[in-house]
Protein backbone atom coordinates (compact mmCIF):
# COMPACT_ATOMS: atom_id res chain seq x y z
CA UNK A 1 0.00 0.00 0.00
CA UNK A 2 1.27 3.17 -0.68
CA UNK A 3 1.68 5.96 2.09
CA UNK A 4 2.89 8.07 4.25
CA UNK A 5 4.88 6.63 7.51
CA UNK A 6 5.71 8.60 10.61
CA UNK A 7 7.55 6.98 13.32
CA UNK A 8 7.32 6.90 16.23
CA UNK A 9 3.91 7.48 17.23
CA UNK A 10 4.93 8.83 20.53
CA UNK A 11 8.06 10.25 21.65
CA UNK A 12 9.47 11.60 24.46
CA UNK A 13 12.70 13.44 25.27
CA UNK A 14 13.99 15.62 28.08
CA UNK A 15 14.67 19.12 27.72
CA UNK A 16 17.81 20.01 26.19
CA UNK A 17 18.24 16.92 23.72
CA UNK A 18 18.00 17.01 19.86
CA UNK A 19 15.02 14.81 18.67
CA UNK A 20 14.60 13.51 14.92
CA UNK A 21 11.21 12.69 13.71
CA UNK A 22 10.89 10.33 10.98
CA UNK A 23 8.82 10.44 7.63
CA UNK A 24 8.73 8.12 4.71
CA UNK A 25 6.72 8.29 1.33
CA UNK A 26 6.76 5.57 -1.23
CA UNK A 27 3.90 7.40 -3.40
CA UNK A 28 6.83 9.03 -5.50
CA UNK A 29 6.14 12.42 -4.92
CA UNK A 30 8.57 15.53 -5.18
CA UNK A 31 7.12 17.90 -2.26
CA UNK A 32 7.06 17.34 1.45
CA UNK A 33 5.84 19.04 4.45
CA UNK A 34 6.70 19.51 7.90
CA UNK A 35 3.74 20.80 9.84
CA UNK A 36 2.91 21.52 13.75
CA UNK A 37 -0.11 21.11 15.61
CA UNK A 38 -1.23 22.27 19.06
CA UNK A 39 -4.09 21.72 21.36
CA UNK A 40 -7.05 24.14 19.40
CA UNK A 41 -4.97 25.53 16.59
CA UNK A 42 -4.62 24.85 13.14
CA UNK A 43 -1.79 23.48 11.29
CA UNK A 44 1.16 25.45 10.80
CA UNK A 45 3.89 25.26 8.35
CA UNK A 46 7.32 24.45 10.25
CA UNK A 47 9.85 23.35 6.71
CA UNK A 48 8.84 22.15 3.52
CA UNK A 49 10.87 20.72 0.17
CA UNK A 50 9.61 20.86 -3.23
CA UNK A 51 12.10 18.59 -4.85
CA UNK A 52 15.29 16.27 -3.87
CA UNK A 53 18.54 18.41 -1.95
CA UNK A 54 16.45 21.36 -1.76
CA UNK A 55 13.99 22.47 0.96
CA UNK A 56 12.57 26.20 1.93
CA UNK A 57 11.71 27.34 5.92
CA UNK A 58 7.86 27.91 6.74
CA UNK A 59 5.89 29.91 8.83
CA UNK A 60 7.76 28.43 11.75
CA UNK A 61 10.85 27.23 11.41
CA UNK A 62 13.48 28.19 13.95
CA UNK A 63 14.30 25.89 16.13
CA UNK A 64 13.70 23.09 14.05
CA UNK A 65 15.99 21.78 10.87
CA UNK A 66 15.33 19.37 8.30
CA UNK A 67 17.56 17.30 5.32
CA UNK A 68 15.87 16.24 2.16
CA UNK A 69 18.76 13.70 0.55
CA UNK A 70 16.50 11.11 -0.74
CA UNK A 71 13.05 11.38 -2.64
CA UNK A 72 11.14 9.54 -0.37
CA UNK A 73 12.54 10.79 3.23
CA UNK A 74 12.56 13.98 4.86
CA UNK A 75 13.27 14.01 8.61
CA UNK A 76 12.60 16.33 10.72
CA UNK A 77 15.19 17.39 13.61
CA UNK A 78 13.36 19.80 16.71
CA UNK A 79 16.67 20.92 18.14
CA UNK A 80 16.87 22.14 21.96
CA UNK A 81 16.99 25.59 20.73
CA UNK A 82 12.87 25.20 19.84
CA UNK A 83 11.19 26.78 23.15
CA UNK A 84 8.33 25.07 23.05
CA UNK A 85 8.94 21.66 21.40
CA UNK A 86 5.71 19.84 22.86
CA UNK A 87 3.25 19.59 20.05
CA UNK A 88 1.60 17.33 16.94
CA UNK A 89 3.90 16.76 14.10
CA UNK A 90 2.50 15.86 10.92
CA UNK A 91 3.72 15.39 7.65
CA UNK A 92 2.82 15.52 4.36
CA UNK A 93 3.40 15.11 0.38
CA UNK A 94 1.89 15.99 -2.78
CA UNK A 95 2.84 15.34 -6.36
CA UNK A 96 4.27 18.35 -6.83
CA UNK A 97 4.51 21.73 -5.25
CA UNK A 98 3.01 23.66 -7.88
CA UNK A 99 -0.30 22.81 -8.89
CA UNK A 100 -3.54 21.90 -6.91
CA UNK A 101 -1.80 18.52 -5.99
CA UNK A 102 -3.79 17.01 -3.16
CA UNK A 103 -1.57 16.99 -0.12
CA UNK A 104 -1.36 13.54 1.87
CA UNK A 105 -0.64 13.49 5.38
CA UNK A 106 1.12 10.70 7.92
CA UNK A 107 -0.28 9.68 11.13
CA UNK A 108 1.62 11.92 12.74
CA UNK A 109 4.20 11.94 15.75
CA UNK A 110 3.33 13.32 19.12
CA UNK A 111 6.13 14.72 20.95
CA UNK A 112 6.34 15.35 24.44
CA UNK A 113 9.48 17.57 26.23
CA UNK A 114 9.71 16.76 29.76
CA UNK B 1 -1.13 37.40 4.32
CA UNK B 2 -3.42 34.51 3.45
CA UNK B 3 -5.70 33.62 6.24
CA UNK B 4 -9.12 31.09 6.91
CA UNK B 5 -10.92 31.90 9.51
CA UNK B 6 -13.33 28.71 10.28
CA UNK B 7 -16.73 29.12 13.24
CA UNK B 8 -15.23 28.15 16.85
CA UNK B 9 -16.76 24.66 18.19
CA UNK B 10 -17.17 22.25 19.58
CA UNK B 11 -20.28 21.66 17.74
CA UNK B 12 -22.60 18.75 19.27
CA UNK B 13 -25.31 17.50 16.92
CA UNK B 14 -28.01 14.72 17.30
CA UNK B 15 -27.53 11.90 14.53
CA UNK B 16 -29.22 12.78 11.64
CA UNK B 17 -29.30 16.80 12.12
CA UNK B 18 -27.95 19.46 9.32
CA UNK B 19 -24.63 20.31 10.05
CA UNK B 20 -22.76 23.84 8.54
CA UNK B 21 -19.37 24.82 9.78
CA UNK B 22 -18.61 28.29 8.31
CA UNK B 23 -15.30 29.21 6.76
CA UNK B 24 -13.98 32.18 5.10
CA UNK B 25 -11.06 33.43 4.05
CA UNK B 26 -8.65 36.28 2.71
CA UNK B 27 -6.17 35.73 0.01
CA UNK B 28 -4.64 37.70 -2.74
CA UNK B 29 -4.86 36.08 -6.32
CA UNK B 30 -7.07 33.00 -6.69
CA UNK B 31 -6.64 30.06 -3.97
CA UNK B 32 -7.83 26.53 -4.08
CA UNK B 33 -9.99 26.32 -0.97
CA UNK B 34 -10.12 22.86 1.09
CA UNK B 35 -11.55 21.26 3.86
CA UNK B 36 -9.82 18.56 5.54
CA UNK B 37 -11.22 15.88 8.54
CA UNK B 38 -9.46 14.67 11.56
CA UNK B 39 -10.01 11.44 13.41
CA UNK B 40 -8.61 11.09 17.26
CA UNK B 41 -5.23 10.27 16.95
CA UNK B 42 -4.56 10.24 12.87
CA UNK B 43 -3.62 12.67 10.96
CA UNK B 44 -5.57 14.80 7.98
CA UNK B 45 -7.53 13.07 5.20
CA UNK B 46 -8.76 15.61 2.21
CA UNK B 47 -12.70 15.11 2.62
CA UNK B 48 -13.32 18.08 -0.51
CA UNK B 49 -11.84 20.70 -2.84
CA UNK B 50 -12.96 23.43 -5.21
CA UNK B 51 -10.47 25.47 -7.47
CA UNK B 52 -12.64 27.96 -8.77
CA UNK B 53 -15.32 30.24 -8.31
CA UNK B 54 -18.33 28.43 -8.26
CA UNK B 55 -17.25 25.54 -7.71
CA UNK B 56 -19.00 22.75 -5.60
CA UNK B 57 -16.83 19.98 -3.98
CA UNK B 58 -18.40 17.05 -2.61
CA UNK B 59 -17.77 13.49 -0.81
CA UNK B 60 -19.56 11.43 1.57
CA UNK B 61 -22.39 13.91 1.78
CA UNK B 62 -20.24 16.72 2.55
CA UNK B 63 -20.60 19.82 0.39
CA UNK B 64 -18.81 23.20 -0.09
CA UNK B 65 -19.36 25.70 -2.71
CA UNK B 66 -16.43 28.64 -3.21
CA UNK B 67 -18.07 32.20 -3.18
CA UNK B 68 -15.83 34.39 -4.63
CA UNK B 69 -18.03 37.02 -3.60
CA UNK B 70 -18.57 36.41 -0.09
CA UNK B 71 -15.00 34.75 0.25
CA UNK B 72 -16.37 31.67 1.92
CA UNK B 73 -16.37 28.08 1.64
CA UNK B 74 -18.88 26.72 4.19
CA UNK B 75 -18.82 22.74 4.87
CA UNK B 76 -22.26 21.17 4.72
CA UNK B 77 -24.01 17.82 5.02
CA UNK B 78 -27.60 17.30 5.33
CA UNK B 79 -28.06 14.35 8.34
CA UNK B 80 -24.52 13.67 10.15
CA UNK B 81 -23.88 10.33 11.51
CA UNK B 82 -21.46 9.30 14.78
CA UNK B 83 -18.93 8.38 12.34
CA UNK B 84 -18.82 11.93 11.54
CA UNK B 85 -17.47 12.96 15.03
CA UNK B 86 -14.30 14.56 14.41
CA UNK B 87 -12.24 17.77 13.61
CA UNK B 88 -12.38 19.68 10.38
CA UNK B 89 -10.57 21.75 9.20
CA UNK B 90 -10.48 24.37 6.42
CA UNK B 91 -7.99 25.59 4.41
CA UNK B 92 -6.46 27.30 1.22
CA UNK B 93 -3.56 27.74 -1.13
CA UNK B 94 -1.93 30.13 -1.94
CA UNK B 95 -1.49 31.20 -5.99
CA UNK B 96 2.37 31.20 -5.96
CA UNK B 97 4.79 29.22 -7.01
CA UNK B 98 4.69 26.76 -4.03
CA UNK B 99 1.18 26.22 -3.34
CA UNK B 100 1.20 26.36 0.94
CA UNK B 101 -1.53 24.84 3.14
CA UNK B 102 -3.36 27.99 5.33
CA UNK B 103 -5.27 26.38 7.68
CA UNK B 104 -8.06 27.51 9.43
CA UNK B 105 -8.24 26.29 13.44
CA UNK B 106 -10.42 23.73 13.33
CA UNK B 107 -13.96 22.95 14.19
CA UNK B 108 -14.82 19.75 16.66
CA UNK B 109 -17.80 17.80 15.84
CA UNK B 110 -19.53 15.32 18.08
CA UNK B 111 -22.39 13.56 16.97
CA UNK B 112 -24.85 12.36 19.63
CA UNK B 113 -26.79 8.37 18.99
Known amino acids: DGGITQSPKYLFRKEGQNVTLSCEQN?????MYWYRQDPGQGLRLIYY???????QKGDIAEGYSVSREKKESFPLTVTSAQKNPTAFYLC?????????????FGPGTRLTVT | GDSVTQMEGPVTLSEEAFLTINCTYT??????LFWYVQYPGEGLQLLLK?????DKGSNKGFEATYRKETTSFHLEKGSVQVSDSAVYFCALTSSGSARQLTFGSGTQLTVLP
Open chain 1, 92 to 104: ASSLSGTGDHEQY
Open chain 1, 27 to 31: LNHDA
Open chain 2, 50 to 54: ATKAD
Open chain 1, 49 to 55: SQIVNDF
Open chain 2, 27 to 32: ATGYPS
